[in-house]
């Protein structure tokens, strides 16, 4: 049994599950989440034009998995336009910026097919509709509008979460998108720092100079340009309950932010020096220290021989 499901398993989540809200799921739940899902509630969203329901889906990999049928939007109406693109991937509430994408390879993804009225919820009317007072890992990739969403949360809800994940744009893709310098500016001074960022890149070349390339050369031979990025974020300062302590020491370890981890512990020894798992977690996030210092120089020859071969088939 690994130290998260010792902590999980705890009589601190028996009654208060971890609660998960990714949405712009696509019909993939956010995978980080597979060695926590059995002992969670994860509540996801899917739009389409049924009566609105909060359904319960028959699963065998969560403790509770949630649908909700409706578009997120930040503020409160009953409908609301949304944008059906070439790829349904780049399909968005925000119109795609045309002009402003004609230079990447890519533009022609984000061609409009039609527009659509769909029937609109928030997350908060959403979460008092499936009788969820706390969100703890928040997670959006809506195509321009997850800042937003995460700003449209009350107080409360936002104080409570301990993980933090969005997916903002960095080139001009949509008209009026919510972009990174804005979530790296905005997330900090609401309590969060900085865990990991991906950033996702596209090669700079306008369609009227593809022709007579190949595939190839326009996709392998050019440079990618940073054009978004997958972010995430870890509560700081610490929060004051044993079952958030302990369950941001579970976010940290699947982030494996082992010394973020380290710290946690050492900081709810302090706090709480009768509750003996904080020495436990201690004890856990020390070992994977110690574990990592001995595979450390495995792990560097194995990137020093892929750099060799890499510039060699170069």
């Known amino acids: 049994m690994t130290i998260t499901d010792t902590i999980l398993r705890s009589d601190y989540f028996k009654d208060q599950p971890p609660v998960l809200v990714d949405i712009g799921a696509s019909g993939e739940i956010n995978a980080k989440w597979k060695p926590i899902a059995p002992y969670c509630v994860c509540l996801a969203y899917d739009a389409d034009d049924r009566e609105f329901h909060v359904t319960e889906q028959t699963n065998k990999t969560y ?10 939007t930040a503020a409160p109406v009953q409908q609301t336009d949304f944008y059906l693109t070439a790829s349904p991937f780049c399909s968005s509430l925000l119109e795609p910026d045309n002009g402003k994408l004609e230079p990447w390879i890519f533009s022609d993804l984000f061609t409009v097919q039609r527009s659509t009225r769909l029937h609109s919820v928030t997350i908060e009317s959403s979460l008092r509709e499936a ?3 706390y969100i703890d890992w928040f997670k959006t990739d809506t195509q321009g509008t997850d800042l937003r969403l995460f700003n449209s949360l009350p107080d409360h809800l936002q104080a409570g979460i301990l993980t933090a994940e969005l997916e903002p744009g960095i080139i001009d893709a949509y008209k009026g998108e919510d972009k990174l310098f804005s979530v790296m500016e905005t997330l900090p001074r609401k309590g969060f720092w900085l865990s990991s960022m991906q950033v996702m890149g596209i090669q700079r ?11 190839f050369v ?21 929060p004051g309950t044993v079952r958030q302590l302990l369950l941001l020491y579970v976010f940290a370890w699947l982030e494996k932010q082992y010394g973020y981890a380290l710290e946690i512990a050492d900081y709810a020894i302090r706090q709480y020096p ?7 977690i201690r004890t856990a996030a020390l070992k994977q220290l110690r574990a990592g210092q001995r595979t450390a120089p495995l792990v560097f020859l194995k990137r020093q021989v892929n750099k060799l071969f890499s510039r060699i088939h170069d």
């Open 274 to 280: 009768s509750e003996a798992i904080f020495t436990e």
């Open 218 to 238: 326009s996709q392998r031979m050019l440079r990618k340009s940073p054009g978004w990025a997958e972010v995430t974020y870890l509560r700081q300062p610490f």
């Open 131 to 133: 009788g969820i007072g």
């Open 63 to 72: 403790r509770k998995l949630l649908t909700i049928n409706r578009i997120v």
């Open 205 to 215: 070349l306008h369609r009227n100079y593809t022709a007579g390339l190949s595939s």
